[in-house]
DNA sequence: ACCTTCACG
DNA sequence: GACGTACGTGAAGGTG
């Protein structure tokens, strides 16, 4: 059927009637696992009344399409950046929607129609004027009053919510002039939602008045010296640039180059099946009967997915659709690959993964990327694969059938930065980085691995290969064939395009496979927050810090280096001596022989692989007995700075960037904790003197400064509030000395007369508790006899009777449930707590301190996630987390203000999610180098 | 690949 | 009464 007179068309605003019924209507999730679909649902119901004539329709069309923003970047941000800048973050339980809101329409049979670099409204004015030149006429389903410039000729607009068509009236009666000024007024009167400038101090009403005194904008700005009111006349006549651009803005584009014709857009009955089965699956009971009696079909039974219990048992999940590496695709050109960008865009979200020369995301180059759209569809774009060995330049022949990567990256740019657009990745931080060197910002995201971390830490690890097997019961293919090792190990560039795209295309299936899992299964196991809150945002954030890495001077690595060589030369030669002959001091099997049998010094113990035990500790207590301990203590020391530390820090200076770029793994310690790898920044010595120094090789750059800041005590802190214990929480208020007031407490000695043993007990048995203390472990650490050091615990408990409370709540919690939970809802799952034998005190004091070390770890994450907006407009940089420390570099005029602000961030941290009932103190420091600042 | 040792919070 | 232990990490070097 042609478009012509009497046809009428119905233009659905898509993407702003989701954002209305998201905030009109009561939140809906779906039953069986809590996936957000309120919007959908009132979506769908929109799109029935329209098809079918329903209660709130104006009028039956008999053409219609939905018109959604295809995203946020469009041709206005090229002639005005700010534009639609300051729109706030798109809330986390509506962003799933959209896609599912392009199914919807997909399912009633509607056409679905987005464009790159066009606002929805832009379409929406193409084909109102298609519609009407052919004869026809047209109605606009919306209310957004930037579409009422195309009222009249034949155009209205219908407000479905409040059921109330919008016509030239009703735009008089909202700018005070006619249709066709409409984009005057607004030119003038700006927009601050959208952030159109216009003219400061220029509201509607006088915008109308000043419009209807002169007839048009034009006319208005030629003329405006004639205007009496000083304040107008100036901004009239100096902002004209400022007008002209905010009419260039709010000016609909009605020549988009729309690719489906208005025939097309015919409205067709929906396909009963797909539409069903959609509905069925969203689970709209009173919808899908609705909808099934007009259609005269079967309403399909919606069942009640029962909701499982814990995740302990992690079910494989069965396997519908199997893999098969021989059949996914090989993009070898840029059609192919514009067809694949089409599939996703329709789609709304897909996996994406990419393979590199190195897993140093700072030094890798890109060698190829992979997608996939569905379980089993996917594809690999090979870009730099190439043949033999690498010449002079380090460039090998290219092999044919390659994408320029150049070009391939063009073409997928605009969908990885599409805010329409879910980019599903597993570790996804890798590949942003990756991206993120190529002027790519890939948002936004889902990771696989943090969603099985938020949900399954404490049961097994998060890698790909662990997760498929566990989650689809599939072991991918494995790597390290293809890359081999040792003496004929080569980097993925090297491998051949066949074997790459089978592996590579599979991760990116397996990754979308187990997104497909894990996203229900978020709000089931109730860490979706968790998962929103805490692992999500910090990606970016953590990926920005890497990417900024540290400078770490090589001179003073170097220098520090050889007088360590020197030292540990002469102590090597006493040690012999002594020994009476040469042996390999780093061996703790030779020296084992060496001190216990040869020397036949006491307290010799074998460990369980029959190898004496030589432990510092040990040596310290052989010290008494001889020489050769002591300095085999001090040797080691040395050892482990020079090969720790300023051997292999100085390795790790990336040569481009000149500084030393840290790995954090957001899911390497179970508790909520981060890992530093590559090389790890969390363990820079600084107990002692010698040690310390190495942090001087830390330093700012030119004309900065590095800023420490750290949480006081906050461990106790928590404890102190977890486990509700008045006297540590007062002893924090007052700002006491936390370890002097314990030992007060317990050994009744006066503050005033306080020494530093009695405080040293007192300070390991606080930290005892947090490590859930045994009589065995405070005894070792404090060097008493066992009865001596349970009968300290005894009294501690007794004078802090919330602390056993607290551990017998905890233990039996964990026996319960299976898992110990933070304050902020972040769960570790404790497996191993109902076992018998020794790994029972393990899971048992695990389970004490992973609420307590987990939520310190939550609240620091919260501030890290806060920190970079609240300092954007400072010259100051964050580099570095260390627990409970955060590492700044910042110009020195903008030191103060960036203590102040960060400061105030991280002690505010906890809330508002939660209040605790102890101040959270944050010391700060500044220095040239990290042990200034410290 | 595993163990021991030791650096940090 | 015995078991074996402080909590959470990563890197380096030795050993088999």
Redesign the pocket.
Known sequence: MTFGKGSHLHLIDGSAFIFRAYHALPPLTRKSDGLPVGAVQGFCNLIWNEISGGPTTKSTPTHIAVIFDASSITFRNEIYPEYKANRPELPEDLRPQFPLTREATRAFNVACIEQQGFEADDIIATYARLATEAGGTCTIISSDKDLMQLVGNGVDMFDPMKNKVLGVDEVFEKFGVGPDRVVDVQSLAGDSVDNVPGAPGIGLKTAALLINEYGDLDTLLARAGEIKQPKRREVLTEKVDQIRLSRELVTLRRDVPVEDALADLVCKRPDAGALMDFLSRMEFRTLTRRISDKLGVEAPAITEAPATPAAAEAAPVAEQIPFEPEKYACVRDLETLLGWIDRIRDQGFFAVDTETTSLDEMRAELVGISLATAPGEACYIPLIHSEGSDDLFGSAKLLEGQIPAEAALAALKPVLEDDSILKIGQNIKYDAKIFARRGIKVAPFDDTMLMSYAMFSGLHNHGMDELSETYLGHKPIPIKPLLGSGKSARTFDKVGIEDATKYAAEDADITLRLWQAFRPRLHRERVTTVYETLERPLVPVLAQMEMHGITVDRQVLSRMSSAFAQSMAGLEAEIHEMAGETF?V?????LGEILFDKLSLPGGQK???G?Y????DI?EDLATEHELPGKV?DW??L???K??YTD?LQNHINPETGRVHTSY?QT????G?L??????L???????EE?RRIREAFVAAEGKKLVSLDYSQIELRILAHIAEIPALKQAFRDGLDIHAMTASEMFGVPLDEMTPEVRRRAK??N??VI????G???A??LRIPRDQAQAFIDTYFQRFPGIKDYMDKTISFAKEHKYVETLFGRRIHTPEIGAK??SA??AR??AI??PI?GTAADIIRRAMVRIPAAIADLPAKMLLQ????LVFEVEESAVEETIARVKAIMEGAAAPAVEIDVPLIVDAGVGMTWAEAH
């Open positions: 390999n780093g061996s703790p099997k030779q460990g369980k692989n190898a035990s030589t432990g510092a040596l203590l080691r020391q050892s482990k700075l090969s720790t292999a793994a390497g310690a179970n508790t904790r890992a530093s790898t590559d090389p790890n969390q363990n820079i010595p600084v107990r002692t040690g390991a048995i930290f005892g490590y859930g203390i045994s065995f472990g405070l070792r650490n034998g020794p005190g393990f004091r695990g301190n992973a070390q260390v627990h409970d420390e």
